[in-house]
């Protein structure tokens, strides 16, 4: 009786210890894969341009160095608001927000999908502009200019192309 | 090649040291778990921090309307706008401020990840994705899986084994982000520069980016100007951090460095707010949380074991140091 409790003791102990390992080396495992996912689901190979998946990073921002690019840029031809003169610029306009990255990923989104046709693209991006930024009955044009980032950043002008021009939408 | 070996080949590979034999005394063990508990709480008080400090947005917020909701909130457009803002707002100030205080229960730490994750989806389903709280949340992810009782004085073996466990998950989650940044940015290059456009590797480089993000979002830096001017200094400071981000990864099996690692990522985020006014401030606080606290000893400053230490430098100094003491 003894020897049996004793030997049932040490197994019970032996499978406590193995389940206890079997655990560590389960969670181990588990935050592998976690990195292996992380890993896989946020590698955007920088030479294609794909959609990221959130909230995964996009391990490609800023790996490429932007040489001849389009800029698509928003000139505000006139609005209801009497301190922001004529053809300026959105972003010099004064207007709330506009200087933010959010503003001009609107424009440069809004930009691609005139550029491309993509008319649900243009309808979303076309409306979230409006909506943010842009005073009541404003007439705008959104324009496209091939330069390398030093002219951009210079003033210098490029090849410009009016892409389209709106009013906002009531 | 079993697992054991193939175990030892990567520690080799990424540590550039063999297998380690020795054990660590009970002195060092107590000290390891008093650094991880602090690293556990002390992150659970940023995060209700910055949920506290989030209630400033709220009036803004709360007339959101225009939103293009990512994925975690899509639910949003089946009930009024507001109301839905209203509710991810409750539970991210809520559960984070709880876990402050509690964050002992798995639960509340449950709670708490949901409340993170579902006011990041709301505070950037505005049309841009912005990428300065996504560590955080992923480190929110893994402390979900923190053993039962970690935060107790004394602690059982295997609770102290899983408690290393998951602060080496959050560790080298942080440290895979800024290699695969890296491997990205030198992939990115060599492209560039087979189709011969100005790369990373080129002088001009880093002015271009800096001028094509400043004409991009039409703003203005503290240093930006400065720089695009002295493409000759901008080269080896952007040469020196694509080596820190790619070789990121190493560093976790590389103690010795983890301070210094992170006080170099940390200023390569400064020097990416005063050039491109972009900051990543969350991410600046968890390198100083699992770097600097983790490297916290008392161990005199040795600047020829940091740099013998170094990947893919070190190696090579320390025959060098060596030729030259024979």
């Known amino acids: 009786m003894g020897v049996n409790q004793s030997i049932s003791d040490k197994k019970g102990l032996r499978s406590s210890v193995g389940s206890r390992l079997a655990l560590l080396r389960r969670e181990r495992l588990g935050f592998l894969a976690l990195l292996l996912l992380a890993l896989l689901l946020g590698f955007d190979p920088p030479i294609r341009s794909s959609q990221e998946i959130f909230p995964f990073y996009s391990w490609s921002m800023y790996s490429t160095v932007p040489n001849i690019e389009v800029f698509y840029s928003v000139t505000l031809i006139s609005t209801s608001d009497l301190n922001i003169g004529p053809d300026s610029d959105l972003r010099e306009s004064g207007i709330k927000g506009t200087e933010t990255a959010l503003c001009s990923h609107i424009v440069q989104q809004l930009g691609r999908a005139i550029a491309t046709r993509n008319t649900g693209n243009i309808k979303k991006w076309r409306h979230q502009l409006e909506r943010l930024y842009l005073p009541e009955g404003t007439l705008y044009q959104v324009i496209s200019e091939k330069q390398t980032p030093m002219q951009r950043w210079k003033k210098e002008s490029g090849e410009a192309v009016v892409l389209a021009m709106w009013r906002r939408a009531p | ?326």
């Open chain 2, 1 to 326: 090649m079993n697992f054991r070996d193939f175990r030892r080949w990567g520690w080799r590979f990424f540590a550039g040291a063999p297998w380690p034999t020795t054990t660590a005394s009970p002195s060092e063990v107590q000290h390891q778990v008093a650094t991880n508990q602090l690293m556990v709480r002390a992150f659970y008080f940023f995060i209700g921090f910055l949920a506290i400090i989030s209630v400033k947005g709220w009036p803004r917020t709360l007339q959101q309307i225009n939103l293009i909701p990512l994925w975690p909130t899509s639910w949003i457009s089946f009930v009024p706008t507001t109301y839905g803002i209203l509710a991810i707002h409750c539970l991210y100030l809520g559960s984070c401020v709880l876990t402050m205080i509690f964050p002992g229960s798995r639960l509340l730490r449950f709670i708490t990840f949901l409340g993170i994750f579902q006011w990041i989806s709301l505070d950037n389903s505005l049309g841009k994705i912005s990428h300065s709280m996504h560590l955080v949340v992923f480190v929110a992810f893994i402390f979900i899986f923190l053993p039962q009782e970690w935060d107790h004085r004394a602690l059982m073996r295997q609770v102290r084994v899983r408690l290393a466990q998951t602060i080496w998950a959050a560790q080298a989650l942080i440290l895979l982000t800024y290699t695969m940044a890296g491997i990205s940015k030198i992939v990115a290059s060599l492209h560039q520069v087979a189709h011969g456009e100005v790369s990373y590797f080129h002088p001009l480089g880093l002015p271009w980016v800096i001028a094509g993000r400043l004409a991009l979002t039409g703003s203005d830096s503290f240093l930006g100007a400065w720089f695009i001017e002295r493409p000759w200094l901008c080269w080896p400071m952007m040469l020196g951090a694509i080596y820190l981000e790619f070789f990121s990864f190493w560093i976790l099996f590389r103690p010795k460095l983890y301070a210094w690692w992170a006080l170099g990522l940390i200023l390569f985020h400064l020097a990416s707010y005063f050039t491109m006014t972009i900051l990543f401030s969350q991410s600046t606080f968890l390198l100083a949380l699992f770097f600097t606290c983790a490297a916290a000893r008392s161990q005199p400053f040795n600047l020829r074991e940091l740099v013998v230490a170094l990947p893919l430098f070190g190696p090579v100094l320390r025959r060098l140091w060596c030729a030259k003491s024979n």
